[in-house]
């Protein structure tokens, strides 16, 4: 099976290629523009790219939005991470957090829209984690934001991008396999395609 995955960002679809290469669901990557509207809600946004998206593949589609939450600065940044990163970057993160609490999480919506379906999926999943206090390690292929330099995840000691790309994939095996969402949506076309055999 073939999926098209709307996003410009070639590490977003190779985060997606494993999560579903179990399922034998080809990803293929569709750089397209989609249009993001303001909303603190991921769910919103992916509602209406997936939307905009499937309009012009018309062909199973995906698309993701995910937002960042520091639980001691009211969930800031929320949906706006790109504009967060553009305008005080990692180092006005890392000030407004200052002796605060450092937890935080990242939630990813991932949407899902075919021919079969009247309405959207929607597949969401969430990381916790804290906030390093300096950044840390290289951005590297496999990391999709430079939240990676000071993002912490739970159970480690190190920001993901101070992980070799060995320690990420067994991270991701241990604390992602059943939680992420794009195994939440491999399950579900898994047992789609499943069902449809037996018609």
């Given at each position: 099976m073939n999926i098209y995955y709307?996003?410009?960002n070639k590490s977003k679809?190779?985060?997606l290629r494993r999560?579903?290469?179990e399922y034998d669901i080809r990803v293929i990557q569709i750089p397209l523009d989609l249009?993001?509207?303001r909303s603190y809600d991921v769910v919103e946004i992916a509602n209406k790219k997936i939307i905009s998206a499937y309009d012009k593949i018309k062909k199973p589609t995906v698309v993701l939005d995910a937002g960042f939450y520091i639980y001691s600065i009211k969930g800031f940044p929320r949906a706006f991470v790109n504009f967060a990163l553009e305008t005080i970057g990692i180092e006005g993160i890392l000030d407004l957090v200052k002796n605060k609490e450092r937890?935080?999480?990242f939630t990813e919506c991932l949407s899902y829209l075919d021919s079969s379906l009247e309405n959207p999926l929607f597949f969401v999943s969430k990381v916790k984690g804290e906030i390093a206090y300096e950044p840390k390690g290289k951005m590297k292929k496999h990391l999709w934001s430079e939240l990676g330099l000071i993002f912490i995840p739970e159970g480690s000691q190190k920001t993901l991008a101070e992980l070799t790309y060995n320690e990420y994939l067994k991270w991701r095996k241990i604390t992602r396999e059943k939680e992420s969402a794009g195994k939440l949506l491999?399950?579900?076309l898994l047992g789609h395609r499943l069902a449809?055999?037996?018609?």
């Open positions: 709307a996003t410009k679809v190779q985060s999560d579903l290469k249009y993001e509207p937890k935080c999480e491999g399950d579900w449809d055999n037996r018609k």
